[in-house]
């Protein structure tokens, strides 16, 4: 499915794509991704670029999303929603034993995506990412992978298009190390937040 020049694209998604936003300024796009590619698109002129939202939520699982949909998604009316969730179901498991079962992931994830495609609007699916830092991340690659693969194929069920940030982070850190990208194995570092935007945007124009 190509994605032709959206009038308003909504970033939904945790901590990631939070990054720090204000949130009692809706307007306010934190200082990750989501503002190194508004700060792209922004400089073709304001009047060609697109209306950005972020409605990214430190702490979210796929359940909150589901939740606050209505109001913090489908209530704005975007042309684009980009979704980046997914990482917090494992965490939890890890810190606090509060299981997400991929195949309970997959299905509120697929309803979420049943919900937007009833609107018409675009989606975007990123993948969640994990690199080995510190060592004790090494316990969660089973448990994120089983979500990658649920995600995968409701990538390839809802003909979305599908941004495959887990490998491409793999492939960058050979050469850095994984700290230079996600110091915690988790967040992005400036570096990585600008990996995320450039494949982005790669996607968006493709």
Not at 71 to 92: F, K, Q
Not at 154 to 180: I, K, Q, S
Request: net charge negative; hydrophobic share 40%; glycine share 8%.
């Amino acid at each position: 499915m190509r994605i032709s020049s959206p009038e308003h694209i909504l970033f939904f998604g945790d901590s990631i794509t939070d990054a720090g936003r204000d949130r009692t300024r809706p307007e306010d796009l934190g200082q990750g991704y989501v503002r190194e590619i508004a700060d792209h698109l922004s400089q073709g002129g304001a009047s060609a670029a697109p209306r950005l939202t972020n409605r990214g939520v430190s702490g979210n699982r796929i359940y909150d999303l589901e939740e606050r949909l209505e109001r913090d998604v489908l209530d704005l009316r975007p042309s684009l929603v980009s979704i980046l969730i997914g990482i917090n179901d494992t965490w939890r498991l890890f810190d606090s034993g509060v299981a997400s079962p991929p195949a309970e992931f997959q299905a509120s994830y697929r309803r979420i995506l049943e919900r937007l495609r009833g609107t018409g609007c675009k989606v975007m699916i990123l993948e969640p990412f994990l690199l080995p830092v510190p060592d004790d991340r090494r316990a969660w690659r089973a448990d994120v992978d089983a979500r990658i693969a649920a995600i995968r194929e409701l990538a390839w069920e809802f003909r979305t298009p599908y941004l495959p940030l887990d490998g491409l982070f793999a492939a960058a850190a050979v050469e850095t190390g994984p700290a230079h990208w996600l110091p915690d194995g988790v967040h992005p570092s400036p570096a990585g937040h600008a990996l995320i935007a450039a494949r982005w945007l790669e996607l968006l124009q493709a």
